[in-house]
């Protein structure tokens, strides 16, 4: 157990972990099936489902259904309760979150989400908007640490907006600090200046403690991955950054094994797009996370690929795709669910700490793709387009199948 960094995540061989993982049969190296159920009791984990809006319930369905064959296959049973929260939560109850969906959230071992939003609620006042909901179950489940990879699947690689020489081998993971900075820090709010003219207004925070967290969660990642941690800040101009940059450096004394950089947000908005295969590793504030991870997804070529994972000290993970509820084709069966799928993936690797479960989703959407499945996002000449529904069939051909999926 790793005694300088607290975060909830299973052990899994990962960057980090603090909970053990169930123990597993041993077994052949090239062996993906679990030991007969006579021989050992089947584990059970207990997942809170918030498909929210959009396209978000038709995405939660084929991973649940994704979730629950990978599960039977490795011995592993799965309580699932579906609540509502976002948009759907309002025409329910009136407000985004409802205290029974936190509850049973806070509950439950990890929290699957789909989307949320619409222009339906756009209007509505802020404390009404289902992004509320979003803010408000990020504070109730005390996660802190958003984990967001963005890799590009040779497989798509004709699928990004850049040079393929560009895009071909990127594979990177933006660690973003959730909770702190100028989505939280007060003062906040409208005003009126010595001139009397209207005044908005928002204050970029960050304590020792916050920033520590973080870095030590990005330093473990970077360490499991290739030894590179880039920090992204704007040191030459905040005072927040300033200390940020001050808290990293000293944290990396701690990780002699981790090459550490440091690069202002703007330079690092250009890398991202000029020679992202220079980044291995990115850890970053709240606000430049949200903005570069949003960046580097769209280097993949869609964000219907890319799942994410958000943890904290204790409790359950939260586990959800970047794209957004896509109201212009919800229900329509063109959504993408490969980002649930992976999302669910990430929480059984993250979050439950079972990896072979985990490998045997991520094998099945490498397979999937290589047998040419697409749905419209990713889609090019000589592939199959299909829908959300049949893309997720097809991945549970391939979850069932005796053999691992080549990579």
């Keep these: 157990m790793a005694a300088s960094l607290h975060l909830n995540v299973r052990s899994l061989n990962a ?3 603090l909970k053990p993982v169930a123990k597993q049969s041993p077994r052949p190296a090239t062996s993906i099936r679990c030991a007969s ?7 059970r984990y207990s997942i809170t489902l918030l498909p929210g809006d959009g396209i978000g319930p038709e995405v939660i369905s084929v991973a649940k259904n994704v979730l629950k064959l990978a599960g039977s296959v490795e011995g592993i049973d799965f309580i699932f309760q579906e609540m509502p929260m976002g948009g759907a939560a309002l025409d329910l109850t009136g407000v985004p979150l409802p205290e029974e969906t936190l509850s049973a959230a806070q509950k439950a071992d990890a929290v699957l989400l789909g989307a949320i939003g619409g222009y339906k609620w756009d209007k509505n006042e802020k404390h009404l908007k289902p992004e509320t909901g979003l803010l408000q179950l990020r504070e109730g489940l005390k996660v802190f640490a958003n984990l967001r990879p963005a890799t590009v699947l040779p497989q798509l690689v004709d699928s990004s907006t850049l040079k393929k020489e560009v895009a071909e081998g990127v594979d990177l993971m933006v660690v973003r600090e959730l909770t702190g900075g100028i989505y939280f820090g007060k003062p906040r709010g409208f005003g009126t200046n010595e001139k009397g003219e209207e005044i908005g207004f928002n204050t970029e925070v960050y304590a020792t403690y916050e920033i520590d967290r ?20 704007k040191a030459n101009v905040l005072e927040a950054s300033m200390l940020w940059r001050k808290r990293i450096t000293a944290i990396a004394a701690d990780y002699p094994d981790v090459e550490l950089s440091h690069m202002y947000v703007d330079n690092a908005a250009m890398q991202l797009v000029r020679y992202p295969k220079q980044f291995d590793t990115i850890v970053t504030n709240n606000i430049f996370g949200d903005i570069l991870s ?19 000290e204790s409790g359950p993970g939260l586990f959800e795709p970047i794209h957004g509820s896509a109201p212009d084709i919800a229900g329509q069966d063109k959504a993408n669910p490969l980002a649930t799928i992976l999302s669910a993936a990430m929480l059984l690797k993250y979050g439950l700490g079972e990896v072979n479960a985990a490998n045997r989703i991520e094998n099945a959407v490498l397979d999937t793709l290589n047998k040419g499945f697409r749905t419209g996002d990713i889609y090019s000449a000589g592939n199959k387009l299909v829908g959300c529904k049949e893309m997720g069939e097809a991945v549970l051909k391939s979850v069932d199948s005796p053999v691992p999926a080549a990579i």
């Design 294 to 312: 949003d960046e580097a997804s769209m280097i993949t070529g869609s964000i219907g690929m890319l799942p994410s994972a958000s943890l904290g």
């Design 15 to 17: 960057p980090f972990h």
């Design 37 to 43: 159920p006579a021989a050992a009791p089947p584990k």
């Design 214 to 233: 973080i870095a030590r969660v990005a330093f473990e990642i970077a360490r499991k991955r290739r030894g590179q941690l880039c920090s992204v800040d």
